[in-house]
Nanobody, 117 residues
Framework: QVQLVESGGGLVQPGGSLRLSCAASGSISRIYSMGWYRQAPGKQRELVAARVSGGTTNYSDSVRGRFTISGDSAKNTVSLQMSSLKPEDTAVYYC???????????WGQGTQVTVSS
C-alpha cells in the first residue's frame, strides 16, 4: 500500500507562481514513477507532468516550459514548480504513483489550485 499526501495548493494571481509537493509513504520501495494530474470541473483528468525512476520526465503540452517536476527518491517526494500561471490552470491537482507489479496506480486526495484576478 502507498499513501500520497499533497500540499501547496491555493489562490494565485495570473502570472504568479506556486509549488506543489507530494509525500509518499508505505511500500515506497516499489514505486516506479510519480507525477501530477489535474481535473477541472466538467473536464477529464489529464496528465500534467510525471517523473520515472531514473529521472525521465514527461510534460503536457499545455504546461511544458512553465512547470517543472522534480523528485527526491531518498525522501520519496515529488514537487511541481508552477510559474506563469494562467486561469486555465485552475483545477484540482492530484499526486499519482505507479508501483512495480501493480495493476492500479495510487492517488492522493488532491489539492485545489485557483488562478484568478
Amino acid at each position: 500500500q502507498v499513501q500520497l499526501v499533497e500540499s501547496g495548493g491555493g489562490l494565485v494571481q495570473p502570472g504568479g507562481s506556486l509549488r506543489l509537493s507530494c509525500a509518499a509513504s508505505g511500500s515506497i520501495s516499489r514505486i516506479y514513477s510519480m507525477g501530477w494530474y489535474r481535473q477541472a470541473p466538467g473536464k477529464q483528468r489529464e496528465l500534467v507532468a510525471a517523473r520515472v525512476s531514473g529521472g525521465t520526465t514527461n510534460y503536457s503540452d499545455s504546461v511544458r516550459g512553465r512547470f517543472t517536476i522534480s523528485g527526491d527518491s531518498a525522501k520519496n517526494t515529488v514537487s511541481l514548480q508552477m510559474s506563469s500561471l494562467k486561469p486555465e490552470d485552475t483545477a484540482v491537482y492530484y499526486c499519482n504513483a505507479v508501483v512495480w507489479l501493480s495493476s492500479q496506480p495510487y492517488w492522493g486526495q488532491g489539492t485545489q489550485v485557483t488562478v484568478s484576478s
